[in-house]
């Protein structure tokens, strides 16, 4: 018998009783007679109490508990070897399928769902997290008429590869919902879950019915759902998150977005990311090493490191300055493009410690190893990752970054510092929270495609009205992915 893998292995969190009973009692209400399939069944819990129930998951371990818990058929298989090759069909379809993200989502399991979801007629991202071809998956088991209650990651409402699977639903499904739960499912999990329910296998809608929830504990009669079209959708660029603010404010924030004094940080700037050295403690040395080494000054580059850099408004001379001062390890080895090296460079490329580097994937991929490619000068730096929101920074003293921010360059270099010095307005702080999406424990995170739909408006005057509307959204942002402000 092979060992069970781990909980994280399998992306296996299993359900609270309340997220349980809000989904079954839904999916097995006026459907066509026939099965239940939970497609990663777990220890069973949808399963109970259910009289035709069927069960299929990896995890021999899961099966056996599953096997003893419910009086359903419970199968010992990866769901995605099972579905091409059964005959059944299925009332409903309930659970909560694996949240493994494509990082771990590989090999094997990956191209069998993939292969089996393209089958279906559903081309979905090789980056999508595993949650999603478990949904179409099983969704293509379903009876005609039959439902789909699933626990969903709150991914669902900003992830780009999620896109695809909204719209198979609506093409799919006479009414979908997609249920927003502030309140965490899962205590023990970072990310944030929401619920998803599709009715009517075989028709289709023009509507994502989305209702925001602080918990599960609201009586569903109270539920008010709101009805977001697919051109409305479109509007938002298909993410869901937007949907989080109340409709006011997102009335206020499109009827401001149009306006002729604003713009797209996109469309006045190129956004990426900094280089990579694929082994940055060699690469990267405090100014008492490069001393010691005797490392030159023309071959070293001070570089930003990290967000935790990126806590002033500007890295000019003095902030280097004290960086230098206190010996943080700032001073990028940068070699690319020179022929001559000078001596000491050269026994500091035959130490022991870069032949280690030397060996790793992006230093043994290029020529020469040595040769860090990509180091440029931005005009401003913007943080990945944060609390209050990604902060963008001057750059006066033409240092350059690492891959852990983003690096900045104006269109045109003379806007730089009006757009650093307008950043933290309403409009734009705002923005980013409706751009970015929650990383778990109060983290906004924002990438490039993201950063490049943030609003800047340097020279517009809102009315104290439409600032307090933009604010109000923003608070409400910051309360949906758990921020708090110190």
């Known amino acids: 018998m092979r060992e069970s893998p781990n909980r994280k292995d399998l992306g296996s969190y299993y359900t609270p009783p309340a997220a349980v009973r809000t989904l079954v009692s839904w999916a097995t209400r006026g459907v066509p007679s026939g099965p239940v399939l939970d497609p990663s069944c777990g220890d069973g819990r949808f399963l109970a109490g259910l009289n035709d129930g069927v069960g299929v998951d990896i995890d021999p371990a899961a099966v056996a508990e599953a096997s003893r818990c419910v009086n359903a058929d419970i199968i010992a298989a990866d769901f995605f070897e099972w579905a091409p090759d059964t005959n059944r069909r299925f009332a409903a379809a ?20 993939l292969h089996y979801c393209a089958a279906q007629g559903v081309k979905l991202s090789g980056l999508c997290s595993s949650w999603a071809p478990f949904v179409v998956g099983a969704s293509r088991l379903l009876k005609r ?79 008010a759902f709101e009805p977001v079209s697919v051109d409305e959708l479109g509007r938002w660029g298909f993410r869901l998150r937007a949907f989080l603010v109340p409709s006011s404010i997102r009335a206020a924030y499109l009827d401001i977005a149009v306006h002729a004094a604003v713009s797209r940080l996109g469309n006045v700037a190129r956004i990426g990311i900094g280089y990579v050295t694929g082994a940055n403690d060699f690469f990267h040395l405090r100014p008492s090493d490069a001393a010691a080494l005797g490392i030159p000054n023309e071959v070293l580059r001070v570089a930003i490191r990290s967000n935790r850099d990126l806590v002033v408004d500007d890295i000019d001379e003095d902030v280097v300055g004290s960086w230098i001062a206190n010996d943080r390890p700032v001073l990028l080895l940068d070699l690319a493009g020179r022929s001559e090296l000078p001596g000491s460079v050269e026994a500091y490329l035959e130490s022991e410690a870069a032949r280690a580097a030397s060996g790793s994937y ?30 963008l920074v001057g750059n006066s003293a033409g240092v350059t970054c690492t891959n852990s921010v983003h690096a900045v360059h104006f269109l045109d270099k003379a806007d730089a510092k009006r757009y650093v010095s307008n950043w933290r307005n309403e409009l734009t702080t705002l923005s980013c929270e409706l751009e970015g999406h929650a990383l778990g424990g109060g983290v906004l995170k924002i990438e490039p495609s993201e950063a490049r739909r943030v609003l800047l408006a340097p020279g517009l005057d809102l009315s104290e009205e439409q600032k307090e509307l933009l604010r109000s959204g923003t608070r409400e942002l910051r309360r949906w992915r758990h921020f708090r402000a110190a």
């Open 362 to 391: 992006k230093c043994r991929n290029r020529e020469p190893w040595y040769a860090v490619p990509d180091v440029r000068t931005p005009h401003a730096f913007l943080s990945i990752m944060s609390g209050r929101g990604p902060r």
């Open 145 to 223: 008429g039959g439902r789909l209650a699933f626990v969903v990651p709150a991914e669902i409402g900003h992830a780009v590869y999620a896109r695809e699977v909204v719209r198979y639903l609506l093409g799919s499904f006479e009414r979908v919902e997609v249920i927003a739960v502030r309140e965490k499912l899962f205590p023990d999990l970072s990310e944030d879950c929401w619920l998803l329910r599709a009715s009517g296998f075989g028709g289709c809608s023009e509507a994502i019915h989305f209702v925001r929830l602080d918990s599960l504990r609201a009586e569903e009669s109270s539920w």
């Open 94 to 113: 309930v659970g909560n399928p694996p949240f493994i993200r494509y990082q771990r989502f590989s090999g094997r399991a990956r191209e069998r769902a």
